[in-house]
């Protein structure tokens, strides 16, 4: 989930069955006003909802690593995708904050 559709590729109004709406923390619903796909490196970000309201990107880590054949391993220092066959690292994200960026 993304507030900005700006780097996402193949952008469409969502379709069934695409989620209308977001439910986050406090109750409330966020407006999903389009799907689309995207890439880190050589893996796929499909199915993206974008949400002008959303502070903050959010990653389905379970969709991702089955879309993508991988294995995401987190540890104190950041967290690495790694492919799930070769375990051979994909992509390596440092974290210094109170979240996993990627």
Known sequence: MTSHDG???????PR???PTSIVVGNGSLLPVTATSTTHL???ALNNVL????????LISFRQFTIDNNCFVEF??????VKDL???TVTIRC????????L
Do not use: A, E, F
């Not at 974008?50 to 990107?57: A, D, R, T």
């Not at 974290?95 to 960026?101: C, E, I, N, V, W």
């Open 7 to 13: 780097s996402l590729s193949h952008s469409s109004i």
């Open 75 to 80: 540890d104190p220092y950041g967290c690495s």
């Open 16 to 18: 069934y069955p695409s």
């Open 41 to 43: 490196g050589s893996l």
């Open 50 to 57: 974008v949400s002008p309201q959303l502070i903050k990107n």
């Open 85 to 87: 066959l070769t375990g």
């Open 94 to 101: 440092n974290s210094s904050g109170p979240l996993y960026p």
